[in-house]
């Protein structure tokens, strides 16, 4: 058996799963999820670049 480190276990335990369960079809994706993220990637990254230089 290959000796795997931790993280790469992890890792390699959700590639099996996302394999294993994927039936071929798009999931939901309800219109608010897609305007939340929207807004949420930019005000993140405003947050960190704020509390960066604070820091």
């Known amino acids: 058996m290959i000796a795997v480190s931790h993280g790469k276990g ?7 799963c996302m ?3 994927y039936n071929g079809r798009k999931g939901r ?3 608010f ?7 949420f ?11 960066g230089k604070n820091v």
């Open 29 to 31: 994706h309800p219109v």
């Open 10 to 16: 992890v890792i390699l335990l959700a590639y099996c």
């Open 19 to 21: 394999t294993v369960f």
């Open 41 to 51: 990637y930019p005000l993140q990254y405003l947050i960190i670049r704020i509390i």
């Open 33 to 39: 999820a897609k305007w939340f993220f929207y807004g």
